[in-house]
């Protein structure tokens, strides 16, 4: 079903659930009306509840969505029902930030592996994650029936580690590597370009700047 759903969509879906978690949980908010989330993630109130729609939830008129009712059910929309497992390719500054934030924010969605170059990082673990040589990939990735990956290794490896994903049954890559991988229309890939976003930053924070 997921798979026809238009990718922005889905990452609205996924920004509502950390507003709306934020709201439960930092200002034990309870109810939110479409316009007050829809202001917070940038969007309409129409859009919101065309979105709503889609995961088939609806609010009160009088005080708006429940907000843990929402957020469980964006979360039954959203997640696997049992869980999926995530490796990680490239264990270096940014790769160990990942596998220290990410841990346990997801209980379904878990990063299980991560693979390196490095012969010293084999077999350390990091943030509860077990590390691994990369000639171990396609066996450990079909071990923990892996589907899922994130690349953060330099540019020039990171078309061979796609390979490897592929031909390994990866179906979905969150790339952080600056380059356009060339996969089969059949694998997702969602690039994270930091210094595209970074050069936005600074040329709206020049645009923007008080006289």
Excluded: W
Excluded at 43 to 68: L, N, W
Excluded at 118 to 132: L, Q
Aim: glycine content about 8%; some cysteine.
């Amino acid at each position: 079903m997921n798979v026809q759903i238009p990718d922005k969509t889905v990452g609205r879906l996924s920004l509502y659930r950390r507003l709306l978690s934020n709201l439960l949980g930092i200002e034990k908010v309870k109810f939110v009306f479409s316009h007050q989330l829809a202001k917070d993630a940038g969007v309409t109130a129409a859009q919101v509840r065309r979105d709503m729609m889609i995961i088939g939830y609806s609010g009160s008129p009088k005080r708006g969505y429940a907000i843990e009712e929402l957020v469980e059910s964006i979360g039954q929309f959203l997640d696997a029902p049992d869980l999926q497992a995530v490796a990680l390719i490239g264990v270096g500054n940014l790769g160990r930030a990942i596998l220290t934030y990410f841990a346990g924010r997801r209980p379904n969605l878990r990063i299980v592996a991560a693979f390196d170059n490095d012969p010293n990082k084999a077999g350390t673990v990091i943030s509860e994650c077990r590390c691994y040589a990369m000639q171990e990939m396609p066996e450990v990735l079909e071990k923990k029936n892996v589907t899922t990956a994130i690349i953060t290794v330099p540019a020039g490896q990171a078309q061979d580690v796609a390979d490897l994903l592929v031909s390994s049954g990866v179906r979905g890559m969150l790339n952080f590597a600056p380059v356009n991988l060339r996969v089969p229309a059949s694998v997702y890939v969602e690039d994270m370009d930091i210094t595209t976003s970074l050069e936005k930053a600074a040329f709206f924070a020049r645009c923007r700047t008080a006289s």
